[in-house]
């Protein structure tokens, strides 16, 4: 029997152990609750909601409600149990938390292939593991320093974040490109970058909104320290009326071809894949409500009308460079049959978290059964988000799920339109791949 040891009792962890204990694999999850709790965990169940008790929209024109559609068809045990403990939240997905962790321990604890151990792993070259075909860490964004530190010798120094500094993400179809234009620093050729340029009228508009808005404060665990390289944009406004002028926003080197000018500011918008459907604001990590965000951000030109897909934020998350150190099977390219589920594998959010477990139980239980498991098409919500962790073509950051994330319509359509064509599409890609994985299944 095939015998796979799980590090983290979280999400994911809990999802890959029950995938893989249907497929007759033999688990052990160690979870070092209540031996030792992280500073944000209080509880010694598994699957401890530390924040929201929201897993969003269950509205299926969404990308996160394509993926708990898709992941309930794939019998997921967080959604099972989100959907035993739910209360009222109108068209989202909530759940009373104690009880939500309490039927996945349950769940997990009594499965006769699964067992849980309270303990501690401080190392990947723990003696307790070598009996293991598989390892699967799955120790969430505030993974122990001692186990963090063992990944930072296996991976290297640079491919090993501890602090999450996420810029917004804006649909490319809701941007006013009258208003934008393309070119980078000292080569307006290049089409790298969409550049928004601001008069000083708008720029003193904008920064005087920017430092009154109102932020979202540090959690106990989330001490603010600012590295020089994600300094939260309201934090650089609030050093001087002009500290943007000379970091992110910077106009030397860009000529508006409307004016043929320099602009008094400039907003730079990212691409974020390589079919330009989604932009990140560059430099705009922030810690700004995400009411506040919406508004401020819409005051730059050609952004008046933004769909926001992402949202920024600034917060403790330990994370690896997913597209650098795994590879698609989600294993450590330097040490393989170790491999990564969950927050600390480059996913955000509790369903992300989850659906990275289910898939990875759900694809190592196929193959312990000598299967070959064809990945999810990209352009249903698990495959995009799965695609994400192996996009090298921008600079890696983690992502919830969003349509930005999806491969773009070779139609264009009314923005209205535009999400129904992509959750039909998705639906119907879903449906197909199930059919053959199912039937890998019952083979």
Not at 412 to 433: C, D, G, I, P, Y
Request: charged content about 25%; overall charge neutral; aromatic content about 8%.
């Amino acid at each position: 029997m095939k015998k796979t040891a799980i590090i983290g009792g979280g999400l994911a962890g809990c999802e890959a152990a029950l995938q893989l204990a249907r497929h007759d694999i033999q688990v052990i999850v160690f979870e070092m609750k209540p031996v030792k709790y992280s500073p944000a965990h209080h509880s010694s169940c598994l699957g401890e909601l530390v924040c929201s008790n929201s897993f969003r929209s269950m509205e299926t024109v969404t990308g996160v409600g394509l993926l708990q559609e898709e992941m309930l068809k794939l019998g997921s045990l967080v959604m099972e149990a989100a959907h035993i403990c739910r209360v009222p939240a109108g068209k989202a997905l909530a759940v009373d938390r104690e009880k939500f962790a309490a039927y996945l321990t349950s769940s997990v604890e009594r499965h006769p292939l699964i067992q849980v151990l309270r303990k501690e792993i401080k190392d990947l070259d723990d003696p307790l593991l070598h009996e293991f075909d598989a390892v699967i860490i799955a120790a969430g964004p505030l993974v122990s320093d001692p186990l963090a530190k063992s990944l930072f010798r296996i991976i290297g120094a640079e491919d090993l974040y501890f602090y999450d500094a996420i810029a917004p993400i804006v649909g490319a179809e809701s941007i006013d490109y009258q208003k934008t234009f393309w070119g980078s620093r000292y080569k307006p050729e290049d089409d790298a970058y969409l550049n928004c340029p601001m008069s000083q009228e708008e720029y003193f508009r904008f920064y005087r909104e920017l430092v009154e808005a109102q932020r979202v404060p540090a959690r106990e665990f989330e001490k603010e320290i600012h590295f020089q390289g994600c300094m939260p944009i309201e934090a650089m406004a609030a050093k001087g009326e002009l500290t943007m002028t000379y970091g992110p926003l910077k106009p030397v080197g860009l000529v508006d071809p409307a004016t043929n000018k320099q602009p008094f500011a400039v907003v730079q918008l990212r691409a974020e894949n390589l079919e330009k459907t989604a932009f990140n604001l560059v430099g705009f990590q922030t810690r700004l409500k995400y009411n506040e965000q919406k508004r401020v951000f819409r005051l730059i030109p050609g952004l008046e009308n933004a769909e926001f897909l992402r949202l920024g934020s600034m917060h403790r998350n330990t994370f690896v460079n997913a597209p650098q150190v795994l590879n698609e099977n989600l294993e450590l390219k330097a040490r393989p049959g170790v491999f990564l589920a969950g927050q600390i594998s480059g996913v955000e959010g509790y369903l992300e978290s989850s659906a990275c477990g289910l898939w990875l139980g759900l694809k190592l239980g196929l193959e312990a059964r000598g299967k070959k498991p064809v990945p999810p098409p990209r352009d249903t919500a698990l495959g995009a988000l799965m695609a994400h962790l192996q996009n090298d073509a921008v600079k890696f950051q983690p992502s919830n799920i969003h349509f930005g994330l999806f491969p773009p319509l070779k139609v264009r359509t009314k923005k209205a339109r535009r999400k129904e064509m992509q959750a039909r599409r998705a639906k119907e890609s879903f449906e197909n791949w199930l059919r053959q994985v199912t039937s890998e299944k019952l083979e």
